[in-house]
Nanobody
């Protein structure tokens, strides 16, 4: 069982930065950790992923070069550093976890989400 708690959302002006945190409890070493987002009236979309053991990362094209996903093993926490934010980045951001060897599109554990609002 894995529990995830996100924090760090808020209101920021376009061009600004925010760092989201996802504190994980439970055994996560063999998991892939993902960030997703959902804007009002839109479907949830993938943002970024990191494999906990190897540290390898993968990004959606829409955030590549602006967002960075990382993890802190000692704190069992995954971060999403978001720079050069745009109004279209406004969404509820969710942290999720799945076994590394599981289906890439099936995340088993989800956090409660944190709101990010980017004003123009």
């Amino acid at each position: 069982q894995v529990q995830l708690v996100e924090s760090g959302g808020g209101l920021v002006q376009a061009g600004g930065s925010l760092r989201l945190s996802c504190a994980a409890s439970g055994r996560t070493f063999s998991y892939a950790m993902g960030w997703f987002r959902q804007a009002p009236g839109k479907e949830r979309e993938f943002v970024a992923r990191i494999n906990w053991s190897s540290g390898s990362t993968y990004y959606a094209d829409s955030v590549k070069g602006r967002f960075t996903i990382s993890r802190d093993n000692a704190k069992n926490t995954v971060y999403l550093q978001m720079n050069s934010l745009k109004p279209e980045d406004t969404a509820v951001y969710f942290c999720a976890a799945r076994p590394v060897l599981g289906r890439p599109d099936k995340y088993d554990y989800w956090g409660q989400g944190t709101q990010v609002t980017v004003s123009s």
